[in-house]
């Protein structure tokens, strides 16, 4: 007998994870939203279930309580959403200086961004083990790649995701799941990211991309099994000069250019 599965993504209301949830329901792909209760994800899942007749469903939770990721897995088994593709993207970005930022900004970053995707990834992973082909996309950042100054949480914590992608990938080959990480540069999402793009420039408009753009790339990299998806081609360009500038140099450039966005989303 056929089995119904579904794509469960978080981050689903908004931004870069709602732009995945229309992609992928587009694909007919049956859906589980994951996001913050009061933000209207019933009102997407609702939508997307009537544009592409597919089945959705959604659970409100914030992912940065400690379990909650467990809630999310243990109300799916027991609604029977049998997931084949699981899309980490719930996650916050900003820019601090380090030595003052507030406790809760510090736990965000450690709580969602890294602990959620990882407890997320454990919890459904037997699940995924059932299927002859399934995936789990992480949806990273192009700050993975750097040690950036004023965004020190969120560029490490978008580090680990690069790396601890790559490392279950590892693990998992020649068991039919499949990890990707998906690392986009500027998205305007919200107003923070509208204001972070604007700080930077020429550099921000050059390379800023849609969040359907990235939702499409993500989604397709990911079917093709692709490691490390980045959208944008423009991206590569920081990619090959990482690779050519000394280290000292990149760091005196990353400081100049993320002093600009900090003074920018300070409050
Ligand atoms: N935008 C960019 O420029 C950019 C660039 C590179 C990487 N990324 C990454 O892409 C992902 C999505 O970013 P975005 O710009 O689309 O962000 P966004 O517009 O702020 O959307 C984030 C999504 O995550 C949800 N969320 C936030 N905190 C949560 C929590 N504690 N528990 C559960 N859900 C929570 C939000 O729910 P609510 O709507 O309910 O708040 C929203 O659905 C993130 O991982 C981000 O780091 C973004």
């Known amino acids: 007998m056929k089995r119904t599965v579904y794509t469960l993504i978080t981050g689903a209301s908004s ?8 992609y992928c329901g587009s694909l007919g792909m ?3 939203l994951v996001s ?4 209207g994800l019933e009102k997407v899942a609702c939508e997307i279930a009537e544009k592409h007749q597919v089945k959705t469903a959604f659970f409100e939770t914030d992912l940065s309580q400690l379990d909650s990721p467990k809630a999310v897995f243990d109300w799916s088994q ?3 959403f049998d997931v084949n593709i699981l899309i980490n993207n719930a996650g916050v970005a900003g820019a601090s200086v380090f030595e003052t930022s507030d406790i809760k ?9 890294i ?15 059932t299927h002859e082909k399934s995936y789990i996309l992480n949806v990273g950042s192009l700050a993975a790649f750097w040690a950036i100054p004023y965004k020190s949480l969120y560029s490490s914590s978008k580090a ?14 020649g068991t039919g799941v499949s990890v990707s990480v998906l690392c986009p540069n500027g998205v305007r999402t919200n107003g923070s990211t509208n204001t972070r793009i604007n700080s930077h420039g020429k550099i921000g408009r050059l390379t800023e991309i849609s969040a359907d753009e990235v939702a499409r790339i993500g989604i397709n990299g990911m079917l093709k099994q692709k490691i490390v998806i980045i959208p944008g081609k423009v991206n590569w360009i920081f990619l090959f000069l990482r690779r050519i500038l000394p280290p000292s140099i990149q760091q005196k450039l990353l400081a100049r250019e993320f002093t600009k966005e900090v003074l920018a989303t300070r409050n």
Do not use: H, T
């Not at 913050?36 to 933000?39: A, F, I, T």
């Open 36 to 39: 913050l209760p009061g933000e």
């Open 105 to 113: 900004y510090i736990d965000d970053r450690i709580l969602l961004n």
């Open 78 to 80: 027991l609604k029977q």
């Open 15 to 22: 931004g870069i994870g709602k732009s995945i949830a229309w």
């Open 160 to 173: 680990f995701v690069l790396y601890f992608s790559k490392s279950i990938r590892s693990e998992l080959k």
């Open 115 to 129: 602990r959620a995707l990882v407890m997320l990834s454990r919890f459904y992973l037997p699940v995924l083990r």
């Open 30 to 32: 049956n859906l589980v």
